[in-house]
């Protein structure tokens, strides 16, 4: 079951007049529409994102992530998957996305439309788990990575947990932190960047003292560099 669909546009320079991407759920031309007859990219996923029995038999649960272009044409290009719960997943939410190309508005910077890019967030999970249950669940992902990271000194060990953390809450900064600094320490520097460039794209860190729990830790200054602290 999909409980919940969020979606997210880019961010752009200050100073200009911006118009971002809108769904229309109409193929060609609609620029007579009314606005209150416009249905949401939400509701149109949420209509027709099926969960995959494969991703059921194997009891996958957690927040898709994936990013998108809409071209000036209204075309989506560029899908990207961000967080994967399950590969059949990636392809069900993918095909849907792929479904919704020719029904969009394009982006405008002031006058001029341009390639724009959005990004959506899809929560599956079974009837019989809440919210709260996915959040405590990657809590204690988390703190079985830190142990397995920090104490034990199993990176390898480590990052399972992180992942399985960061797909039920890819969204959290400390979970993406802590995954970069270990993927860094297994030598995927380039997956490191990857978390750390997306914690500051969700905003970055608040105050400098939780990182600075890892300044010993190989990849921190690199870590830093990327999060301007």
């Not at 994936?66 to 059949?88: L, Q």
């Not at 104490?151 to 990052?159: D, E, I, M, N, Y």
Request: proline share 3%; charged share 25%; net charge negative.
């Amino acid at each position: 079951m999909i409980l919940s669909v969020i979606t997210m546009g880019q961010v752009t320079k200050e100073g200009a007049t911006i118009t971002p991407p809108k769904f229309t759920g109409i193929k060609g031309t609609v620029a007579d529409m009314k606005e209150e007859k416009s249905p949401s990219i939400d509701e149109f996923v949420r209509t027709h994102v099926i969960y995959p029995e494969d991703a059921m038999d194997h009891f996958a649960m957690g927040t898709e992530v994936i990013a998108f272009s809409v071209t000036p044409e209204g075309k989506v290009a560029n899908i990207k998957v961000i967080n994967s719960v399950h590969p059949s997943i990636d392809e069900e939410v993918i095909n849907v996305l792929k479904m919704t190309d020719g029904m969009w508005k394009s982006g405008f910077v002031n006058d001029e439309a341009i390639t724009m890019d959005k990004e959506i967030s899809i929560v599956f999970r079974f009837n019989e788990r809440s919210a709260s249950d996915n959040l405590n669940l990657a809590k204690h992902y988390y703190t079985k990575a830190c142990e397995s990271l920090l104490l034990k000194q199993k990176p390898k060990q480590a990052l399972k947990a992180f992942n399985n953390g960061v797909v039920l809450m890819p969204n959290d900064k400390s979970l993406l932190v802590l995954r970069g600094l270990t993927k860094y320490e297994l030598g995927d520097k380039e997956g490191a960047l990857n978390d750390w460039t997306r914690v500051k794209n969700l905003g970055g860190i608040v105050g400098e003292e939780f990182i600075k729990e890892f300044i010993t830790m190989e990849g921190y200054e690199q870590m830093a560099l990327v999060l301007g602290k």
